[in-house]
């Protein structure tokens, strides 16, 4: 019922900045809380952040927080993370998710997940 495509990764030097994107299909945007995950290299997948489906609720993992944002445009059915003094653990391959509550993003229980797309920090 949702598809979910992600974009903006890219190659960008430690301390520079990146805004990824997620553009989903349907006309059930808003009723769905939405998340960032990351994967490094390796089978572990890792909570970035949560956004509720109206967005004024928000959660973010300890290692981001202070330098990434989600933010979500629900009449344009899209959902954002901007990324800030990246760092060269930041490097992973990040993937959109959406859920029922922004609970349920944070506790892992997703819905659909976005192909991924790919950010490398280098120094």
């Known amino acids: 019922q949702v598809q979910l495509v992600e974009s903006g990764g890219g190659l960008v030097q430690a301390g520079d900045s990146l805004r990824l994107s997620c553009a989903a299909s349907g006309r059930t945007f808003s009723s769905y809380a939405m998340g960032w995950f990351r994967r490094a290299p390796g089978p572990e997948r890792e909570f970035v952040a949560a956004i509720s489906g109206s967005g004024f609720d928000k959660n973010y993992a300890a290692s981001v927080k202070g330098r990434f944002t989600i933010s979500r445009d629900n009449a344009k059915n899209t959902v954002y993370l901007q990324m800030n003094s990246l760092k060269e653990e930041d490097t992973a391959v990040y993937y959109c998710?959406?859920?029922?509550?922004?609970?349920?993003?944070?506790?892992?229980?997703?819905?659909?997940w976005g192909q991924g797309t790919p950010v490398t920090v280098s120094s």
């Open positions: 998710a959406a859920a029922n509550t922004l609970w349920a993003v944070v506790s892992r229980s997703v819905n659909y």
